[in-house]
């Protein structure tokens, strides 16, 4: 009999979320059992509950988890009850891209982030006596408490706002590392950014940060691009503007240092690279649907120097990055309260709703707001 926690499940593909109780197992060897304070609610939980994984349901899905270290199994000595936590993607730390020190692309990442169970096939949860799919990002942090991995914990402050923090684990971690750490912008090159939900508008304020002489922001809703210029974006750019690419290029006198699609189609990536200068990167953050995931380039542009990188993660590893977003939100350079909403955890549908309504940018739930356990 495992520990009864309140989790919130999807039971059939497209479903919508369940809160019942389920039972969690003692954590294993290197694993850490966490009290979730808060989740963040990323696009990749919505394409997951749409079937994307192909894995069997009920499964507990989330992976923007924050909360504190309840107990730890075997062989983990980094981290102690009473810890706060920021959950991010699993790595192994040992294989070949791990030890290159590019985690995002681990060799052991799909099956302990993308296959709903532990790296060794094993399931965290009961529910009604049958295991189910909650090793989602090894946290599956849509409950009340998980079991997380000593690799895929960061320890911060036990007096950091966890609500805010929870989200640093995937989406902001996405948009501020490609800016930072893939492309490592310096002061005074430029950025346009593709898509300014929770992904880009990190982006643009990463940019910021790294003192980007313009930093260029289209999108479809004209509320989002306010915020865009709120954050930092120096030039704005409805996306259904006629000849947008143009124009992006007269303004930018040739175009961008660096492109960002964080939307996921391919006739945005073909923006993004076209707007992209010679000796330029033009990186993909979107994820495409299967039914369109091809695209058309140019390649006498591409001959110029140009470059074309797909980015995972921000090809951030997070027991860094985490802890330098958290110094930046500290000084007030990553505003992340501008862009997140709360939710109580009995609200999770509701969340969701707002999130493909595109009214919420950020959503976050709090996992204990009525309930102790
Ligand atoms: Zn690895
Ligand atoms: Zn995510």
């Not at 003692?26 to 939980?45: F, N």
């Not at 980094?78 to 192994?92: I, K, T």
């Not at 189609?265 to 495409?288: E, K």
């Not at 091809?294 to 542009?301: C, H």
């Amino acid at each position: 009999m495992g520990l009864p926690v309140r989790a919130a499940l999807v039971q059939a593909v497209g479903g919508p979320f369940i809160l019942d109780e389920v039972e969690l197992d003692r954590p294993g060897a290197g694993e850490l059992r966490v009290r979730v304070t808060a989740s963040g609610i990323c696009h990749t939980d919505l394409t997951y509950r749409a079937g994307a994984g192909r894995f069997p349901f009920p499964a507990v899905l989330g992976h923007e988890g924050a909360g504190v270290v309840e107990a730890v199994g075997e062989g983990v000595t980094d981290f102690e009850p009473g810890d706060a936590v920021v959950l991010s993607y699993y790595s192994c730390r040992a294989c070949g891209t791990c030890e290159r020190g590019h985690p995002a692309y681990c060799e052991r990442g799909y099956a302990g982030n993308f296959s709903g169970a532990r790296p060794d096939g094993s399931f965290p949860m009961r529910w009604r006596g049958a295991p189910i799919r909650s090793g989602f990002f090894h946290q599956s942090s849509f409950a009340t408490q998980v079991l997380a991995h000593r690799h895929n914990a960061v320890k911060v402050d036990r007096a950091a706002p966890l609500e805010l923090l929870a989200p640093l684990g995937c989406g902001f971690q996405t948009g501020a590392g490609a800016v930072l750490e893939a492309f490592r912008l310096q002061s005074g090159q430029t950025l346009a950014v593709f898509g300014v939900g929770a992904v880009g508008l990190a982006a643009v304020m990463a940019a910021r940060v790294a003192g980007a002489a313009s930093i260029l922001a289209v999108d479809l809703d004209a509320g989002r691009l306010e915020l865009a210029r709120e954050l930092g974006a120096t030039d704005t750019f409805l996306a259904t503007e006629p000849e947008l690419t143009k124009t992006m290029l007269k303004r930018t006198r040739g175009g961008v240092d660096f492109a960002l699609e964080c939307v996921g189609l391919p006739q945005v990536l073909r923006q993004a690279f076209d707007v992209t200068r010679p000796l330029g990167t033009c990186g993909l953050l979107g994820l495409p649907s299967p039914e369109a995931s091809e695209v058309t380039l140019s390649m006498t542009r591409l001959l110029y120097g140009k470059r074309l990188v797909g980015i995972i993660e921000g090809d951030a590893d997070p027991k860094t990055f985490i802890p330098r977003m958290v110094a930046l939100h500290a000084e007030g350079r990553f505003p992340l309260e501008k862009l997140s909403r709360s939710y109580d955890f009995e609200a999770i549908n509701d969340a969701v709703h707002d999130m493909e309504a595109r009214t919420a940018i950020k959503p976050v739930l709090r996992m204990h707001g009525g309930s102790t356990r």
